[in-house]
C-alpha cells in the first residue's frame, strides 16, 4: 500500500518510535472518508471534526492540502475510479512538534444492495469523554466488535450502565418507524458525520433509547461513511423489520453518487 507522509509517497509499513506516545498509547486521532470514485465524500465534514479534537485537547497539525493529497494518494494505488477506503491517520509523536499527518487509501466494496445488519448488545460500560473524539485508543470497540463477529454477528452495539444504548462500534444509530426517526443520546458517543448529513434529509429527533425499549421500534439502521444508511434486523434478541426504502432515498446524498 502507497501512503503519503511529511510531504512525499512512501510504500510499505510506517514507523513509529517506541516512546512515542502514539506507539506506547495510541495517542492520535483518525477519519475514514469513502472515496466515491470521483472524489472524497463530504471531506469538509471529517476535517471539521478532525480539527475540533485536536483543539479541544490544544494538538497542532501540519497543514495538509487534504483534496490534492488525497486524489494523489488514491491515484498512486490505482483506486481513482472505483470505490475506496481512505484513512486520515494524525499520530501523536512528539510533545514537542506538530502532529504529522498520513494519508492512505484501500479499496473498498461496498455492501451488496438487499444486505442487512444483525448486532450484538454489548454489557454495560462505562464510556468517558474520549468517546467523543475518534482517537486511535480504540480498543473496547475492537474488542466488542471482534466479539460480535465471533458469534457471528456484523457489530456490536455499546450499551452504558442502565443499559443505555449509545451507538455502534462502527456507525450511529438510528430508529423509527418509517416516517419518525430518532437517535439515541444517552452517554458518550461519537459526533457522526453521516448521522448530521441525515438530519438534512429526515426528521430525526434526540432521545434516550434503554435496550429494553429497543421493541417499541420497527426499524433500526447504521450510519456511517463508507455503507451510508443501512437496515439493521436484529440487536441482541430484538428484530426489526427491514426498511430499504428509506436506505435508497437517503445513500445518493450521503454517499455522493
Not at 494519508?103 to 464510556?127: F, G, W
Not at 450502565?161 to 438510528?174: D, M, Q
Request: glycine share 8%; net charge negative.
Amino acid at each position: 500500500m502507497i501512503h503519503w507522509r511529511a510531504g512525499a509517497l512512501h510504500e510499505g509499513g510506517v514507523r513509529l518510535d517506541i516512546g512515542s506516545p502514539a506507539f506506547r498509547y495510541g495517542a492520535g486521532f483518525f477519519e475514514t472518508i469513502l472515496w466515491n470514485g470521483q472524489g472524497p465524500s463530504r471531506l469538509d465534514a471529517h476535517l471539521a471534526r478532525l480539527q475540533a479534537s485536536l483543539d479541544h485537547f490544544g494538538l497542532v497539525a501540519e497543514p495538509v492540502d487534504y483534496p490534492a493529497v488525497i486524489a494523489e494518494v488514491v491515484r498512486a494505488n490505482g483506486l481513482a475510479e472505483r470505490l475506496a477506503r481512505v484513512n486520515i491517520i494524525v499520530p501523536l509523536e512528539d510533545e514537542d512538534a506538530a502532529m504529522a499527518p498520513l494519508v492512505t487509501a484501500a479499496p473498498y466494496d461496498p455492501p451488496a444492495p438487499d444486505r442487512t445488519y444483525s448486532l450484538r448488545l454489548a454489557p454495560p460500560a462505562t464510556l468517558g469523554s474520549l468517546s467523543l473524539h475518534k482517537s486511535m485508543n480504540y480498543m473496547l470497540c475492537y474488542l466488542e466488535r471482534r466479539a460480535a463477529r465471533a458469534l457471528g454477528q456484523d457489530d456490536a452495539v455499546l450499551t452504558q450502565p442502565g443499559g443505555i444504548v449509545t451507538e455502534a462500534t462502527t456507525a450511529a444509530l438510528l430508529f423509527g418507524d418509517g416516517d419518525c426517526f430518532c437517535t439515541p443520546t444517552g452517554g458518550c458517543r461519537l459526533p457522526s458525520t453521516t448521522l448530521a448529513a441525515v438530519r438534512e434529509l429526515l426528521p430525526v429527533r434526540d432521545c434516550t433509547v434503554r435496550a429494553g425499549e429497543l421493541r417499541a421500534f420497527r426499524h433500526a439502521y447504521m450510519l456511517n461513511s463508507l455503507q451510508g444508511m443501512r437496515p439493521v434486523t436484529f440487536i441482541g434478541s430484538h428484530a426489526f423489520t427491514p426498511d430499504f426504502a428509506t436506505c435508497e432515498r437517503c445513500n445518493p446524498a450521503l454517499l455522493g453518487d
